[in-house]
């Protein structure tokens, strides 16, 4: 005699539902109403279990669930913020996805974001203002719910579109005098000022500066000159050589500039770098011409990286704390996006100066 039939669990599909047939991307895929006829369920029973699962009940949740499973269906999520107003993403933008120096930031605006149900979207702007321009003005036109620039300097023009697009604007890793609108960052003159004088107090009198080929390593640059240059009465004046690499730095290009820096000025005693990766180059360098760190010539670098204190000689280094800045950046976004004001829009991480062994 055969076994009676077992009723099939609750989180099947109906057996009289059938998967919808698979059609061509020209036809639009998988929608809503397949997915509740094929669990057996209304649609607006569908659009709660997706957005607000805590609102229907546990055989429900688990029907929607296994048709959504069986039909590979994606929500629609551009109908849901045209309703709203609200994307739940937010774009950030960096200059290199490549170098390790963003990275902090990225992650903390990753998991803070996550934890306000807002996904990030990542874009690499390069270092040509045409190239950030573009891509600024293709994710104003996406309308997210807030951008964060990583290092990026926009254009007058690119400023003028994100100040008229309305959409909350967070500029870190600068602290500039006229932001777009939020603010979480450092002064990059301030730390180039105080490595100066950290090194200077070390007796060296022979600076070198290798930095990028862009706005912010240049205006560090000039800060370290300036305050080499013009010390306080009865500190003698040090002189500084400027080797520009061009950017996203290497390990290479560091070994390059100091070989072109110690060909124009032999005696140079000291070299901060406008990145750990940049130092570690420099760094390999002075090895393979037999010079001693720090003993014919320091080296600071930037970004405390996470090989900065395992190299030999451990790496000095100017340590920001860009977990911070994404945390805030990301606490910004969310507030402004839900309506609410942000009581200051305009905060300075500061920094820190790492001593370690390579001065």
Not at 183 to 191: D, K, N, Q
């Amino acid at each position: 005699m055969p076994a009676p039939s077992k009723k099939p669990p609750s989180a099947a599909p109906p057996a009289s539902a059938s998967l919808p047939t698979r059609r061509g991307r020209a036809s639009g895929g998988t929608t809503l109403l397949e997915v509740a006829r094929l669990a057996g369920v209304s649609a607006m029973s569908v659009s709660r279990a997706l957005n607000a699962p805590n609102q229907v009940s546990p055989s429900i949740l688990a029907k929607v669930r296994a048709a959504v499973d069986a039909t590979g269906y994606v929500a629609n999520r551009i109908a849901g913020s045209l309703a709203s107003r609200r994307s739940r993403l937010v774009a950030a933008v960096v200059p290199s996805i490549a170098g390790p120096v963003f990275q902090g930031m990225v992650q903390s605006l990753i998991a803070e974001l996550a934890a306000h149900d807002h996904q990030l979207m990542l874009g690499q702007s390069g270092y040509g203002t045409q190239e950030e321009d573009a891509l600024l003005e293709a994710i104003i036109g996406r309308r997210p719910d807030g951008i964060v620039l990583g290092g990026v300097v926009p254009s007058p023009a690119g400023r003028r579109r994100l100040a008229a697009s309305g959409i909350p604007v967070v500029e870190t890793w600068d602290m500039v005098a006229d932001p777009i609108d939020m603010l979480v960052g450092f002064s990059h003159e301030a730390i180039a000022a105080t490595v100066a004088s950290f090194l200077i107090e070390r007796g060296h009198r022979h600076l070198g500066f290798v930095g990028g080929n862009h706005e912010r390593a240049a205006r560090r640059a000039r800060a370290f000159a300036d305050a080499a240059l013009n010390r306080p009465e009865g500190v003698p004046a040090s002189t500084v050589v400027v080797e520009t690499v061009v950017a996203p730095a290497t390990v290479r290009s560091g070994r390059d500039a100091l070989r072109e820096m110690l060909q124009r000025e032999p005696r140079t005693d000291a070299v901060f770098c406008s990145s750990d990766v940049l130092a570690l180059g420099v760094v390999t360098e002075a090895g393979a011409r037999g010079l001693r760190v720090p003993q014919d010539i320091a080296v600071i670098g930037f970004g405390d990286l996470d090989f900065a204190a395992d190299v030999s000689p451990s790496l000095t280094t100017v340590r920001i704390d860009s977990t911070r800045i994404g945390q805030l950046a990301a606490q910004f976004i969310v507030r402004r996006s839900q309506g609410l004001d942000v009581d200051h829009a305009r905060v300075d991480v500061g920094f820190s100066i790492v001593p370690r062994e390579s001065a």
